[in-house]
């Protein structure tokens, strides 16, 4: 969990830069899941597909979470 809370600002600051990055809200996503909020976590795989539909990670990621796309 230190490890996640150390790498989320650097997600933060990444999607600053580039809001449309898929691999960057896909990274958040699994930060924000690895901290145990969920609910964040599967917003940000969604918006991650919204962005990219070809991206497996967020996809793999909401189908373990129980979500759907």
Do not use: F, V
Request: net charge neutral; proline share 3%; aromatic share 2%.
């Amino acid at each position: 969990m230190d490890n996640a809370l150390q790498a989320l600002p650097d997600a933060e600051r990444s999607l600053q830069l580039d809001s449309n990055d898929a691999r960057a809200l896909d990274t958040r996503g699994h930060i924000l899941e690895a901290l145990g909020r969920r609910d964040e976590a599967i917003a940000d795989y969604r918006r991650a597909l919204a962005k990219d539909s070809d991206h497996q990670c967020s996809k793999k990621a909401l189908k373990r979470l129980g979500a759907s796309p």
